[in-house]
């Protein structure tokens, strides 16, 4: 019984024999382990411990390796923390540069989030929304990209990748790209990317662009949150360059503007001196045309009372007759006007004589001749006649006058003469005076006519230039005239349309229709206190229109004086000043002027 009991009792002290040297080489790993990990070899093995079993079986080395774990993990987001903060401080950097360019800040951007991230590629798309109408995507900046890719900088909204990324305000993420969606160029060649990360840059849920980016290598859930966040910033960025781009586009126009208004002012204070100018040119030859007309008026009254005349169309129908023609060819006025200029035509005349007639004036040219008329009365009167043509700008005949001279008493003379000559060769002498004295007296009237033709022609140019001007002031100034008490007597059609009244609503109202209730009244009382007196006033008026609404005018109001120097109406040609501040402006220096007049 006794050795039985030895030898069981050595079995059992091996066996604890072994277990200790067990623990013993355990502890050594364990420190060897530690160590390791403590000089930060956190893939240092645990020797005696290999497998998921033997951990199993030795909590004392499961818990180390687990202590592993954790700490590579912790290591591990810890690295991942430091990366997304130094990328964070990193961008912020980039992001307060100064750059001349927009172009330059999101080139830069680009192609530093590409090396940050260690994408192989990159894109960025910046909204341009400049016209609500049509809002894209622009892409602005690219790193890598094969410019093939994009065969369109713009990119529609919902249009690809970029535009699903934008209306749907979320990254896209696709790790099986198609074959055909973009290659990357390497040493090897051309090779497909493993993954595509499409994401928005946003500022408050607004989406300002779209970022893409191409990898070999897939992008971890970490870098994917550091770009979101980034985003952000970039957003953020790109919404200030924009707003300093506007700004600085919108300053440039403000300076450009100012110019232009400057340039404008200075133009229309040459154009305010050269239209004073042209005013007192016009009111003098104004003037000078009263005094041309007057002393026409005089040669024609003369004219009237000792010639003969008429007008007629190109086809020879009487337009005009004078008294002098209705008393020697017995035709009323009623009766002659209408007719054909051949009622006086005289059968003795030939036709040769008619036909040299037209001819001559037809081409422009003066005819003159002397011959045989037909009264109403059958009867017989002679005539020395001048008949010219009136020529338009192009020098063709509109229109024909005709002056002829009563020489019925002359022609008697002459017959008379000739007779004379014939049954009395004894008063030879005498009848050779007579007639000397009578071509003296045909070539004073020929000298006459001519001096009436010559005043004919500068009458009819004048009424041309007259009508010339008369068509100038109805494009470029407001023309009015009224009685004495201010009641319109006339308007031009300037003054319908800058006051938008018709002429029949104004022909017989008083002046004051336009009156504009923020004008003193003082300013009207001087103005009737200057033109009655005779005299011309001008000033800055504030008028109203139809509908309410007003315009300035340059106004030159001037009497019409009659023989005793009494004023027997007015008449009103103003300038219409479309700048207000301009206006007022000049209103405002002419009540400095008449500030004593208005007291």
């Known amino acids: 019984m006794k050795a039985k009991y030895k030898i069981v009792h050595r079995d059992v002290l091996e066996k604890n024999e072994g277990k200790s040297q067990h623990l013993q080489e355990l502890v050594r790993n364990a420190t060897t382990f530690i160590q390791s990990i403590k000089g930060g070899d956190l893939d240092a093995s645990f020797e005696g411990i290999d497998s998921e079993s033997a951990l199993a079986e030795d909590s004392l080395g499961g818990a180390l390796l687990a202590m592993r774990q954790k700490l590579k993990k912790f290591n591990e987001e810890e690295n991942q923390r430091r990366w997304a903060v130094e990328g964070i401080a990193h961008f912020a950097d980039i992001l307060r540069s100064d750059y001349k360019k927009n172009s330059d800040l999101y080139a830069t951007i680009i192609a530093e989030l590409v090396k940050h991230v260690k994408a192989n590629q990159g894109s960025l798309f910046v909204l341009n929304d400049d016209d609500p109408k049509d809002i894209y995507l622009n892409l602005e900046a690219s790193y890598a990209y094969d410019k093939r890719k994009y065969l369109s900088r713009r990119i529609e909204p919902g249009q690809g990748l970029v535009g699903q990324s934008y209306l749907e305000k979320d990254e896209i993420f696709l790790t099986e790209v198609p074959q055909n969606y973009v290659q990357i160029t390497s040493g090897l060649g051309l090779a497909t990317p493993r993954c595509i990360l499409v994401f928005p840059i946003m500022v408050n849920e607004q989406v300002l662009g779209i970022i893409e980016l191409a990898s070999f290598k897939p992008f971890e859930s970490y870098e994917r949150e550091f770009m979101k966040k980034l985003g952000e910033s970039i957003a953020s960025a790109i919404s200030n360059a924009k707003i300093n781009y506007r700004n600085k586009s919108l300053l440039e126009l403000s300076q450009e503007q100012t110019a232009q208004m400057q340039e404008q002012e200075e133009e229309m204070r040459q154009n305010m001196e050269e239209l004073q100018a042209t005013q007192e040119e016009m009111q003098r030859k104004m003037q000078e045309s009263l005094r041309i007309q007057e002393e026409l008026d005089a040669r024609m009254a003369v004219l009237n009372k000792t010639a003969l005349l008429t007008e007629s169309d190109l086809h020879g129908t009487i337009t005009f007759v004078n008294d002098k023609f209705c008393h020697v060819s017995k035709w009323r006025k009623e009766e002659a006007i209408g007719k054909a200029h051949n009622i006086v035509r005289h059968p003795d005349n030939s036709k040769e004589l008619y036909k040299e007639m037209w001819s001559t004036i037809k081409s422009g040219q003066i005819f003159q001749g002397r011959f045989a008329n037909l009264a109403k009365d059958g009867s017989t009167y002679w005539v020395d006649a001048t008949i010219a043509p009136v020529l338009n700008a192009s020098g063709e005949p509109i229109k024909y006058i005709g002056i002829r001279f009563d020489i019925t008493d002359q022609v008697g003379k002459e017959n008379e003469l000739k007779e004379l000559v014939n049954d009395m060769q004894q008063q030879k002498e005498e009848l050779q005076a007579q007639e000397e004295e009578l071509r003296q007296n045909l070539e004073e009237l020929s000298a006459t006519q001519e001096e009436i033709h010559r005043q004919f022609t500068e009458t009819d140019y004048m009424k041309r230039e007259m009508e010339a001007r ?130």
Not at 478 to 484: G, R
Not at 513 to 518: C, E, K, L, V
Not at 533 to 562: Q, T
Request: proline residues 5%; contains cysteine.
């Open 470 to 599: 008369e068509q100038v002031f109805n494009i470029t100034s407001v023309l009015s005239e009224s009685d004495n008490y201010g009641n319109i007597l006339m308007v031009n059609d300037k003054l319908c349309e800058v006051s938008q009244y018709g002429r029949e609503e104004l022909i017989g109202k008083p002046h004051n229709i336009f009156r504009h209730p923020d004008m003193p009244k003082e300013v009207f009382e001087l103005m009737w206190s200057t033109i009655k007196k005779g005299e011309v006033f001008r000033g800055i008026i504030k008028n109203r229109r139809k509908d309410g609404g007003h315009y300035w005018v340059d106004a030159v109001i001037s009497p019409v004086l009659d023989e005793h120097g009494k004023p027997v109406k007015y008449i009103g040609a103003r300038y219409v000043i479309p700048d207000d501040s301009v206006a007022e402006l000049l209103f405002n220096k002419m009540l400095e002027k008449f500030s004593d007049n208005l007291k």
